[in-house]
C-alpha cells in the first residue's frame, strides 16, 4: 500500500507560481508512474501531468503545456508539479497519484491540495 502526501497548494494571484510537492509516505516511486490530476469545483477530476519515475518520460494536459513542469526528485523521492503563469482557470484540488508499471489505472492517491488563483 503506498500512501501519497502532499503540500504546496495556497492562494495566489493571476500570473503567479506555486510548486505542489508529492511524497510517499514510506518507500520510493521506483517502478511507479506518478501523476497529478486536479478537479475545480462543479466539474470532474482531470489529468495534469504525469512522469515516469524509472524513465524520465513526462505527458502533459494541452491546457498546462509551456505554464506546468513535472519533476523529480530521487535523493527526496519526490515528485514536484511546478506551476507558473497560473490562471483562474487552474484553480480546484490538485490530487497526487501512482501507479504501478505496467498496470494502467491510478490506484494510490493523496488526499488533495487545494490552489487558487485569483483574479
Known amino acids: 500500500q503506498v500512501q501519497l502526501v502532499e503540500s504546496g497548494g495556497g492562494l495566489v494571484q493571476t500570473g503567479g507560481s506555486l510548486r505542489l510537492s508529492c511524497a510517499p509516505s514510506?518507500?520510493?516511486?521506483?517502478?511507479?508512474?506518478v501523476g497529478w490530476f486536479r478537479q475545480a469545483p462543479g466539474k470532474g477530476r482531470e489529468f495534469v501531468a504525469s512522469?515516469?519515475?524509472?524513465?524520465?518520460?513526462?505527458m502533459y494536459a494541452d491546457s498546462v503545456k509551456g505554464r506546468f513542469t513535472i519533476s523529480s526528485d530521487g535523493a527526496k523521492s519526490t515528485v514536484y508539479l511546478h506551476m507558473s503563469s497560473l490562471k483562474p482557470e487552474d484553480t480546484g484540488v490538485y490530487y497526487c497519484?501512482?501507479?504501478?508499471?505496467?498496470?494502467?489505472?491510478?490506484?494510490?492517491w493523496g488526499q488533495g491540495t487545494q490552489v487558487t488563483v485569483s483574479s
Open positions: 497519484a501512482a501507479r504501478r508499471i505496467p498496470e494502467a489505472g491510478y490506484k494510490y
Open positions: 514510506r518507500g520510493t516511486f521506483f517502478t511507479y508512474v
Open positions: 512522469i515516469s519515475w524509472s524513465g524520465g518520460g513526462t
